[in-house]
């Protein structure tokens, strides 16, 4: 049970660590950066712009993407207490974070990685009935 505590720690302290000086605002600014350059009618096809802030975005919905199929072992509960479909693309995580900032502007001073955590959470809770 401490390993379970442990590893959730570790996992959450590397995001906000990560994004530390980059809030709500900044994660926005960046995904509406990155998502201005989505080829249209293209599933996920990004095309990037060289830059700093695209980059973040790309950057935190990858891992946002790769640390939601975490399970704790054992039980195959999401570790993110997530529950994503597998089929869910890159882009359209930077669509629902999107989204919730923009609903969200009372929280924009907040860290972006906790507030991408609490848009997906709003989107996929975990349940008991939860299916990749």
Not at 45 to 52: E, G, K, M, R, S
Not at 114 to 125: F, K
Request: net charge negative; proline share 5%; aromatic share 10%.
């Amino acid at each position: 049970m401490i390993m379970r505590y442990i590893a959730a720690t570790t996992i959450l302290f590397a995001l906000t660590q990560v994004s530390h000086a980059t809030d709500g605002s900044f994660l926005l600014n960046s995904c509406n950066e990155l998502l201005n350059e989505t080829s249209q009618g293209v599933a996920d096809q990004l095309t990037a712009p060289n830059t700093l802030a695209s980059g973040f975005c790309y950057g935190s919905m990858t891992t946002l993407q790769q640390l939601s199929n975490l399970q704790w072992p054992g039980n195959n509960e999401p570790m993110l207490g997530l529950c994503v479909p597998s089929a869910v693309r890159t882009s359209q995580y930077a669509r629902i974070v999107i989204k919730y900032l923009q609903a969200h502007p009372e929280k924009l001073h907040e860290d972006g990685s906790y507030l991408a955590w609490q848009a997906l959470q709003e989107v996929y809770p975990y349940s008991s009935s939860c299916r990749r």
